[in-house]
């Protein structure tokens, strides 16, 4: 039996907003097949060692909605996701309780305005953690976030490679914190 949704406003601590993001220039995929094969194998663009996806619901070799990944975590961090969406540029999950973290995630394959011959890859997560000890290993320990941080860096870089093209410079990292108290902290650095 699926397990529920774990959405972010069931989560504790901060609600975190995660954008990981490369440029590359004159690609030899197209967005749309390039979307393919990263939905077709996502376990490919993520490090084994830090984040090893197994599907466990959906047919191989494509991704559907509905369709439910078993991610092995490096630590005491495994979790499920769901797929909420699944577009020609774009797929979305959602965490599935027992996720170590309460939220979504997004992937998106788009054309940089005004450069044809540029596309951007982001990865954008919403979420907070499950609990309030995978809040504290996560954050004051920054045992989770080296971890999650490394895993969908390697997974733009494998894209960028994947795509044929120059990537234009390291992957991109932004994080915005929105705390109880209604406070943003914004942070921005270089994967």
Known sequence: MSKSVQP??????????????????????GVT???RRIQAHPEEFSPDLLADFEKKKGQQNRMQVGDEYHIKILGPWNGSVRVTEVADQHFSLCTLE????AGNIRFALRQLPGRPDTLRFEIRSQARSRDGLVAFAYTT?????????????TFCQRVAEESGGEPLGPVQVDTTEHTDDGNEHEHHERG
């Open 8 to 29: 972010a406003d069931e989560g504790a601590g901060p609600f975190t907003e995660r954008r990981y993001y490369i440029d590359v220039a004159r690609p030899k995929l």
């Open 33 to 35: 097949e390039l979307m």
């Open 141 to 153: 320990l920054g045992v989770g976030k080296q971890v999650q941080e490394q895993t969908w860096v």
């Open 98 to 101: 027992g996720h170590p973290e």
